[in-house]
């Protein structure tokens, strides 16, 4: 009996419940806060608002997640980093190689170079050649005894040679270390001389190509003959007024050997034959301080190729076997 009682005030206490969850407005504010509830399960925005969590979990903070235009910005800096680092690198290479290409720098360096290497290509000895060239910035001639040039692909080493800074024909010529003065220039040619020495080019020097071959060709400016016999009437009575008009037809450089006129008298036919000549020249004009020229013709004496014909590295030597400048090709 008393069990009965109990169970239906148990009953009555719930239904009273009930009733006034019904009455207070219960069922519709549940509605709304399920309403305004966010995906417990997604992260974002709203994760603070409607994030699902059991009574007994801990609180946990949301993470948020980064933009993703963070993700590019970083990935673009990253690019940037790594194509630096390799332009570095090929920088690093090419300053390695060419200082292998350059060997051990000579305290001369920048006071003399190879200026042209077409020549170096040559298939005779005869005619290949290199030119040599101080810098115009010098403030003295270079001493060039000792200095030598090397191919770095053959290990063929060649000495600079002496030469005669006043050469004459059919003499025997006092040889020099040559100095290479402010601005001048040195064809060195792998072959032999065709006067038998080196030697410093001069306003006469026209005269030797007519009879030899030189490679390069020597310049063709020897003063004009005409200029060897002075118009004046001593000379008029001595040589006649033949000579001047052959004079005035010469070719510049150009010995008459045999090509003298029928009418030119003796006097004017020796004349021609003791002056239109290199030696003749040297003898007329050689004192003059314009005399010179600011370039060389050296000749290294082999019988064959010094230069590769396709690729070389042809470096210019000091006294000390370092490396003044270097020629590759």
Known sequence: MTKTILL???W????????????????????????????????????????????????????????????????????????????????????????????????????????????????EARREYIVLTASGENSAPIDMKGWSLQSAYTGIRAYIPLSATAFLMGVINDQENMLLYPGASAIVNSGSSPVATSFRENICSGYLGQLQRFYPPLSNSCPPASNALPFTPENLKVYGDACFNFLQNVPPCTAPLTNIPADVNPNCRAFAANVLSYNGCVA??????????????????????????????????????RTVDVLTY
């Open 12 to 123: 009555l206490f719930i239904i009273t419940l009930v009733i006034y969850w019904i009455w207070s407005g219960g069922y519709r504010n549940a509605m709304n806060a399920f309403r305004s509830m966010g995906n417990p399960f997604t992260q974002g925005n709203t994760a603070t608002k409607g994030y699902f969590r059991l009574p007994w979990q801990p609180t946990m903070d949301i993470f948020p997640t980064a933009p993703a235009s963070a993700g590019n910005t970083e990935t673009s800096e990253l690019q940037n980093q790594y194509a630096g680092l390799e332009n570095n690198y090929e920088q690093l290479s090419a300053q390695e190689n060419q200082a292998k290409v350059f060997g051990d720098p000579s305290p001369e360096r920048g006071r003399a170079r190879i200026t042209e290497g077409n020549g170096a290509s040559e298939t």
């Open 8 to 10: 239906w005030i148990f």
């Open 284 to 321: 007329t004009y050689g004192y003059r301080s314009t005399f010179n020229f600011d370039s060389w013709r050296l000749y290294l004496g082999s019988t064959a190729e010094l230069w590769s014909n396709t690729h070389d590295i042809i470096r210019l030597l000091d006294g000390e076997g």
